[in-house]
Nanobody, 124 residues
Framework: VQLQASGGGLVQAGGSLRLSCAASGRTLSGYSVGWFRQAPGKEREFVAA???????RYGDSLKDRFTISRDSAKNTVLLQMKSVKPEDTAVYYC???????????????????WGQGTQVTVSS
């Protein structure tokens, strides 16, 4: 499956942004989809994941501000970000996997397919 992340950009602190992970080549039905982010000089960090058929997990301290959802009709997974902070600045990547288990969601190497990333910059 090929993934395309989009929706990044420049946003002021306190604002909102919605990222989209669109799949081509095959349906995301049956796939778990996750979002990770990577800031310069830092490791790739787990943001959120929506498993198939629907359980959700968030990274530490992100649940109150980020929401992950699946739009099956558009073969897309969304990441709604609100009340963004400068520390949210990073390249955001989406990933997909058919067989990832719950305990492995937050470990990036466990995911099979990756999109190219979309830059999110939050100004203070």
């Amino acid at each position: 499956v090929q993934l395309q992340a989009s929706g990044g950009g420049l946003v002021q602190a306190g604002g909102s942004l919605r990222l989209s992970c669109a799949a081509s080549g095959r349906t995301l039905s049956g796939y778990s989809v996750g979002w990770f982010r990577q800031a310069p000089g830092k490791e790739r960090e787990f943001v959120a994941a929506i498993r198939w058929p629907g359980s959700i997990r968030y990274g530490d301290s992100l649940k109150d501000r980020f929401t992950i959802s699946r739009d099956s009709a558009k073969n897309t997974v969304l990441l709604q970000m609100k009340s963004v902070k400068p520390e949210d600045t990073a390249v955001y990547y989406c990933a997909a996997d058919r067989s990832i288990i719950s305990s492995s969601l937050s470990y990036a190497p466990n995911w099979d397919y990756w999109g190219q990333g979309t830059q999110v910059t939050v100004s203070s």
